[in-house]
């Protein structure tokens, strides 16, 4: 199969076989994140890697209701890594202040997710699933705390890998025309953008399990994992709600609208605590 | 060649063929990034594609002192799109505040990474060469009055593709134990600190133009597409300097620590002249 088509069938994988990641195949993975693209190659990136049972155990109590983080046999923990720099800036009699410098924060996280990226895709093309879990900068306190993270290290992203069980197949996209704008950027029309909507999330037709598997797969998921609630606690919203549009499903039930904003303050804040004041 | 052969070969490529990419591989590599991950399915992104001539050069122009904005036959501007998102939104009915949410903005700019890292290696793997220019939101004013954006689309990187000329091979990384952490993070000790650096970018030996090869590439690579002055600047910056290490050269004319932290009022003031109000 060539990459292309590698790339088409790769679906966010949460539930996996009770199989380690072979050492080789980690190696080739870490060398693989080293090697990826790096703004003027300064590679402010380190990886944890957590395999052992309980330490998977605390980490998915740490970030909540994702049990793919105690299950996958591999946790990757992508951290910003102003720490080495900085030390040795030190160390040479030189100072460093990128920890508290926006334009560097910016290219930091590309250069980690840069990384993260090509973890995924080799390991796609080695059989192993990933699934990120993007609300580690919340709990970034902790994380950093139990895994012993000196300032200027801030855990940014979790890539969880394995051998995957199943494998979603249900997810819907846009069609590749809503995301390229040819030279410029085209605004869609009001009813291109209630199409581009429409056709990737399909009817709105009350069938509630088979509506979850496309539009809330990971709730799903986590059920059958044996963490309750989740998908519970989403349809009696829907019921509640009284939702009916794809709209009012993805703002008022799955990516909560109304409360977007209201944690700034303290994401910000575990970003400081960590040494990285620099969204000022 | 398997898919780790092709990751390790890989750097960043800045000198093109005066050859178009076809475009049926520009429309591979949007469906790849398409189907990206990305948090919650929100797919928050758009690309644009720019591969007139005149508009290479215009956006070469905002960017300052990187040919191969220029001379790349396409380069895709990865945006962060809320637009889209939030036209849906009020289209429907109900209020999308993510333009505001920090967390959000975290999320969103993994999954323009996620999508851009796609198209590095997926280009990569179809004898593409590619590099990022991440200098593009300190020129968001400009870059998005050109390129026609409406509010809540923010670009946040540039990606250069074409076939390469030439590819640069000795661009030095760490050693991969240094970025890989057991279970824990563990800080390095002193020496291990100046060995991980030293090995990596090797002796300071006062062959500036061997030495530049490693460790200033893309200065080489400019002037020898005719920009002229980086190479000459940074020639001169050492001498006047007395630069005698590697840090020296890294914090003090490549990466310049004393400056990092001076743009930051700027650069966020871009995002928020975009509708992010997203770092508070």
Same sequence: chains 1, 2.
Avoid at 226 to 249: D, P
Wanted: proline share 5%; glycine share 6%; with cysteine.
């Amino acid at each position: 199969m060539d990459l292309y088509d590698v790339l088409m069938r790769r679906r966010s994988v949460r539930n996996f076989e009770d199989k380690p990641v072979p050492e080789d195949v980690v190696d080739k993975l870490i060398d693989a994140a080293n090697n990826a693209p790096t703004a003027c190659n300064v590679q402010p990136l380190s990886i944890v890697t957590v395999q052992e049972a309980g330490r998977r155990a605390k980490l998915a109590r740490m970030v909540k209701r994702q049990p793919w983080v105690k299950n996958a046999p591999l946790t990757m923990i992508f951290c910003l890594d102003f720490w080495r720099l900085k030390r040795w800036a030190e160390l040479s009699g030189v100072a460093f202040r990128g920890n508290d410098a926006f334009s560097h924060f910016l290219l930091g996280y590309a250069d980690v997710m840069c990384a993260a990226q090509t973890v995924v895709i080799l390991a796609e093309s080695l059989g192993l699933g990933s699934v990120y879990v993007g609300k580690v900068p919340y709990v970034a306190d902790d994380v950093r705390a139990y895994f012993e993270m000196p300032a200027y290290v801030f855990p940014l992203m979790l890539l969880c890998l394995g051998y995957p069980k199943t494998v979603p197949r249900n997810v819907p996209k846009f069609s590749p025309s809503v995301i390229r704008h040819r030279g410029r950027y085209r605004p869609l029309s009001d009813d291109d953008v209630r199409n581009a909507f429409d056709e990737k999330y399909g009817s709105f037709d009350g069938n509630a399990r088979r509506y979850f598997e496309r539009v809330l797969v990971e709730a799903v998921e986590a059920g059958e994992q044996g963490e309750e609630g989740w998908l519970e606690r989403s349809r009696e919203r829907m019921t509640k709600l009284a939702v009916k549009s794809n709209a009012e499903f993805v703002f008022k039930v799955r990516y909560r609208a109304d409360l977007m904003v209201e944690n700034n303050a303290e994401a910000i804040g575990t970003f400081r605590n960590a040494g990285f004041d620099c969204f000022k």
